[in-house]
């Protein structure tokens, strides 16, 4: 086995992770007081992180690579260090709420969130069947898989 450097308690512990990705440039007065109320609110065992999309990250063609998200303005993503039922309300309030107002529908393929029952269409758009095409060339046998790997056939 490889030492990857993590602290045992450090692998041992929780985490999980949420992201959406946004097209929209600017909320509305009403909605920007609703996100920053419930990050207000947010627990110290959640950590949110915001990443300015544009530019160069979106002057490559959408179809160029796997990564799909190529029109968004912004990610925002929930970094989650704990289970308890304070964290998970938060989490929802948030799902239900905020993430509704900024979500154009994609995730982060790289902050696997495995309560998506959409996930495939999230992570890869419309570049899912060129994606699942390459995987059945390369990796015929899904020798390389996990619970949200991109499947050989859809």
Request: charged fraction near 20%; charge should be positive.
């Amino acid at each position: 086995m490889v030492n990857s450097g993590f602290r045992k308690e450090s692998v041992d512990g929780y985490f999980s992770s949420k992201s959406y990705f946004s097209s929209k440039a600017h909320l509305a007065e009403s909605e920007l007081q609703k996100f920053v109320a419930t990050v207000n609110r947010m627990p110290s065992d959640v950590v949110i992180l915001i990443s300015a999309y544009g530019g160069a990250v979106n002057r490559v063609g959408m179809h160029a690579t796997a990564f799909v998200h190529r029109d968004s303005v912004y990610k925002i993503e929930l970094c989650i260090s704990a289970a308890s039922s304070r964290v998970s309300n938060w989490v929802l309030e948030f799902v239900q709420g905020p993430a509704k107002l900024i979500d154009n529908g994609e995730s982060y393929q790289n902050n696997v969130d495995g309560t998506l029952q959409d996930y495939l269409v999230r992570y890869y758009g419309e570049n899912l069947p060129k994606l699942v095409e390459l995987k059945r060339k390369f990796d015929p046998g899904n020798f390389f898989r996990f619970p949200q790997s991109i499947p050989t056939s859809i």
